[in-house]
């Protein structure tokens, strides 16, 4: 069993920044494949990036989707069991609540049905 908490969101003005935590408790994030995603009022729960992890923090393999590419990264602590998604260049179109995910068998990570256990999402509102 894994528990998901997120924490991190708030409200920015476009242009800010932001850095989510995605803090996992049960096993080592490292055997499994965590996913960001967000969700906006009246849309589809949509995939932000994704990270792969080859049994060691040297070898992740990371995707992005192309609207937050060149903006957002994906990272990881080993040592605190913590995935982050730092947001850089905000933008209104950003807003949504963001989740994180988990899942031991991780093919492409970037459909919900791919996970097995999901944070309670963090509020991220930017202002234009």
């Known amino acids: 069993q894994v528990q998901l908490v997120e924490s991190g969101g708030g409200l920015v003005q476009a242009g800010g920044s932001l850095r989510l935590s995605c803090a996992a408790s049960g096993r080592t994030f490292s055997t499994y494949g965590m996913g960001w995603f967000r969700q906006a009022p009246g849309k589809e729960r949509e995939v932000v990036g994704v990270v792969r992890w080859s049994g060691s923090w040297s070898g992740p393999r990371i995707y992005y989707s192309d609207s937050v590419k060149g903006r957002f990264t994906i990272s990881g602590d080993t040592a605190k069991n913590t995935v982050y998604l730092q947001m850089n260049s905000l933008k209104p179109e950003d807003t949504a609540v963001y989740y994180c995910?988990?899942?031991?068998?991780?093919?492409?990570?970037?459909?919900?049905?791919?996970?097995?256990?999901w944070g309670q999402g963090t509020q991220v509102t930017v202002s234009s």
């Open positions: 995910a988990a899942g031991s068998h991780v093919n492409s990570g970037t459909t919900t049905d791919e996970y097995d256990y």
